[in-house]
């Protein structure tokens, strides 16, 4: 049996996930270097709120 923490988590991680995606998909017509230095940006802050959130 699967307990809510894994549940959670996971979810949790594919949100993220997806959000991800999302952003890459939003700069995908931008500006070359603004769109890179942007991604690495949120990319990064977006993982540490996704990894404080499921610990």
């Given amino acids: 049996?699967?307990?809510?923490?894994?549940?959670?988590?996971?979810?949790?991680?594919?949100?993220?996930?997806?959000?991800?995606?999302?952003?890459?998909?939003?700069?995908?017509?931008?500006?070359?270097a603004y769109r890179d230095q942007y991604i690495i940006l949120t990319l990064a802050v977006g993982s540490l709120e996704c990894s404080s959130v499921s610990r």
């Fill in 1 to 32: 049996m699967v307990d809510e923490k894994t549940v959670f988590s996971t979810g949790i991680k594919e949100v993220c996930e997806k959000e991800a995606d999302a952003i890459m998909r939003a700069f995908h017509n931008a500006d070359k």
